[in-house]
């Protein structure tokens, strides 16, 4: 006779609120019976948890039966276009919990998601699930976007898997980085935020090395972006040098018109017009590229540019409150009747 397995009797653990958020989901059977299956994995392991789903306002109604169903499952509508990274900084800014996963549907519902958590709690790192196993195609097609995530200060790589488990304080971290959309995919080369990788031997089916393409264009994009400080700076070092050379080249056209008899015709207004223009555009460039990163180093990172809108509203803590049995008091009492 088979014996039954003991996890199946194990209490759910009460000592912490675990969050999941989506952010990229089609209004699809699939999609919504996945969603079922990791509501049901949570609840076997911890008894507070919330889902943070991220849907555009198109997809509204489609999600309503699934969270009058699931328990505990938050739904906050954005814009059609919202960008994927911003959609991820959305989910990870409303959630409460003491660990938090952005996840991909298709990667979490192929991966253990309570291994998944239990690694990150237990090793208090930033965790990315991560396929050992590559394809020659994906390895090569990742190696510009490495190379500029270095420069940039980002662990980039397109392969891993695009969900990460992370402690509450270091999601506080990467949510208050310069760049937190990036962050919040890429974890940063910083030595606070420790990273660690949650290895697996399944593939995503259906994942090849050319989907993706239009996101791996604005990953492109956002990396250079994130580089204009530096490219700035080598723009000015280029325009100085320029800018030296040009009036070099007017002290050379000098000291020729000084020096020698005879000049060839046309030959010092021809230099002159080339020094005269060497030394406008190293200026010209030099003074813009200063004026950029005076503005960028006075600029603030903008916040709550995208505000979702909360379809249902949830009191977790008051959950929490109530099931354990906590009731709390105001250390505030009123005098006796009478008193000055």
């Known amino acids: 006779m088979r014996e039954p397995d003991a996890s199946q009797f194990q209490k759910p ?42 849907v555009d306002d198109t997809q509204r109604e489609a999600f309503l039966p699934l969270i009058a169903e699931v328990p505990n499952c938050r739904l906050f509508v954005v814009r059609r276009g919202t960008e994927y990274y911003d959609r991820r900084v959305i989910g990870a800014e409303e959630a409460i919990g003491d ?89 940063p080369r910083d030595p606070r935020l420790a990273l660690d990788w949650f290895r697996t031997t399944r593939n995503v089916p259906g994942r090849t090395a050319f989907m993706g393409l239009a996101r791996r264009a604005q990953l492109l994009q956002t990396l250079l972006v ?31 018109l000084i020096v020698v008899d005879t000049l060839a015709p046309g030959w010092l207004t021809t230099n002159a017009m080339l020094a005269v223009s060497a030394v406008f555009m190293g200026m010209s460039t030099l003074g813009l590229s200063l004026g950029l990163q005076h503005l960028l180093k006075q600029q603030r990172r903008l916040k709550g540019g995208i505000v979702p809108e909360e379809v249902n509203r949830i009191d977790l803590f008051q959950q929490v409150a109530f099931d354990l049995n906590v009731e709390v008091e105001s250390d505030v009492r009123a005098g006796p009747a009478g008193a000055d």
Request: glycine share 4%; aromatic share 8%; proline share 5%.
């Open 13 to 54: 653990r009460e000592d912490m609120v675990v969050s999941v958020c989506f952010s990229e989901l089609a209004a699809s059977p699939t999609t919504f019976a996945a969603l079922r299956e990791v509501a049901a994995t949570l609840d076997r392991a911890f008894r507070f948890r919330e889902i943070i789903l991220v």
């Open 99 to 187: 660990l938090v996963v952005i996840g991909n549907l298709d990667e979490i519902v192929h991966i253990d998601l309570i291994a998944f958590l239990a690694h990150a709690e237990r090793e208090n790192t930033v965790t990315m699930a991560f396929r050992a196993v590559r394809r020659p195609v994906k390895r090569l097609l990742a190696w510009p976007f490495i190379a500029l995530g270095k420069l940039a200060g980002f662990n980039v790589d397109p392969s891993d898997f695009q969900s990460i488990a992370v402690p509450r304080t270091l999601l506080n971290l990467l949510l208050a980085h310069d760049e937190p959309r990036l962050a919040l995919r890429f974890p």
């Open 226 to 256: 994130y580089l204009t400080p530096t490219i700035l700076s080598v723009v000015a070092l280029s325009s100085t040098i320029l800018t030296l050379l040009g009036l070099a080249y007017a002290a050379y056209i000098v000291g020729a």
